[in-house]
Structure formats: C-alpha cells, structure tokens
C-alpha cells in the first residue's frame, strides 16, 4: 500500500502566497518524479510542475516564475510554494509520485486526494 496526503490548501487573497506539502508513505522502494497536477471546475487535470529525484525540474508556462516546487528524499516528501497568486490558480491541487514498490517491480502513479485552493479577488 502507498498513500500520497496533501495539505496546506486553502483561501487566499490574490497576491498572496501558499505552501503545499505531500508526504507519500507505505511500502516503497523508490520514488523518482514526483509532481503537482491541479484541476479547476469543467476542466481537465494539467501538470503544473515536476522533480526528479535528481532535483531537476519543469514547470507549467502559467506558474513559472511564481511557483516553486521542491522535495525531501529522505521523507518522501514533495512541496509546492506558490506566490503572487491569481484567482487562475483556483483548483484542486493534486500530488503524483512515480513510485517502485520494491526493487523487481515496475514504477507507477500514486496519487493523493488532493487538497483544495481558491485564490479570491
């Protein structure tokens, strides 16, 4: 079993900043990507950034500059700290590890249940 629990959602004014954390725990291996995906009402979910284990990253065109996503290793943890939010940035916000279970097996995606940021104006 591996969970993936986000925290760190909730209501902000536009402008202001939040700090999002996923910590992925159970039976694992290792956890090489692990990423944020958002999806917003009567749209699709979309990746808003990623990191390797290596610690390279990438992020969607609409957050680079604002957002900045990093991990722990050693706590299977993922962060996201968004700054300057827009009232765009209103979703559900969604915790992806690509996690090996052990070491003969193959990689998948876990993902959380997501945690819920709205952005007012």
């Known amino acids: 079993q591996v969970q993936l629990v986000e925290s760190g959602g909730g209501l902000v004014q536009a402008g202001g900043s939040l700090r999002l954390s996923c910590a992925a725990s159970?039976?694992?291996?290792?956890?090489?990507?692990m990423s944020w995906y958002r999806q917003s009402l009567g749209k699709q979910r979309d990746l808003v950034a990623a990191?390797?284990?290596?610690?390279?990253?990438n992020y969607a065109d609409s957050v680079k500059g604002r957002f900045t996503i990093s991990r722990d290793n050693a706590k299977n943890t993922v962060f996201l700290q968004m700054n300057s939010l827009k009232p765009e940035d209103t979703a559900v916000y969604y915790c992806?590890?690509?996690?090996?279970?052990?070491?003969?097996?193959?990689?998948?995606?876990?993902w959380g249940q997501g945690t819920q940021v709205t952005v007012s104006s």
């Open positions: 990191i390797t284990s290596g610690g390279s990253t």
């Open positions: 992806n590890g690509r996690v090996r279970r052990t070491a003969w097996d193959p990689e998948r995606d876990y």
């Open positions: 159970g039976s694992i291996f290792r956890i090489n990507a």
